[in-house]
């Protein structure tokens, strides 16, 4: 079955970095698209990045610049590397694993940029 496991979470102070990992199981990750969304306290959940089975990115505005979405397909893992954090960084951040009709979702890692 599709598992999605996500890590790197924690409390960072503004200007700080984190790097959240997303290690995938049960189905082969190479072919799939991943996705990171996030959810900040009562926002509703939003894009942030993904990365294509081919490897091409995109951002979204409020990230560009600051993130950067890998993966290992050999780790069956995808990576956001986040620096220059924000407090409206603040979230619970997903990754998504998206093929034609298929997704799945990981179960999230807190995220909290406060001073």
């Known amino acids: 079955q599709v598992q999605l496991v996500e890590s790197g979470g924690g409390w960072v102070q503004p200007g700080d970095s984190l790097r959240l990992s997303c290690a995938a199981s049960?189905?082969?990750?190479?072919?799939?698209?991943m996705r990171w969304y996030r959810q900040g306290p009562g926002k509703e959940r939003e894009f942030v990045a993904q990365?294509?089975?081919?490897?091409?990115?995109n951002y979204a505005d409020s990230v560009k610049g600051r993130f950067t979405i890998s993966r290992d397909n050999a780790k069956n893992t995808v990576y956001l590397q986040m620096n220059g954090l924000k407090p409206e960084d603040t979230a619970v951040y997903s990754c998504?694993?998206?093929?034609?009709?298929?997704?799945?979702w990981g179960q999230g890692t807190q995220v909290t940029v406060s001073s």
């Open positions: 998504n694993a998206a093929r034609g009709l298929s997704s799945s």
């Open positions: 049960g189905f082969t990750f190479s072919t799939y698209h």
């Open positions: 990365i294509t089975s081919g490897g091409s990115t």
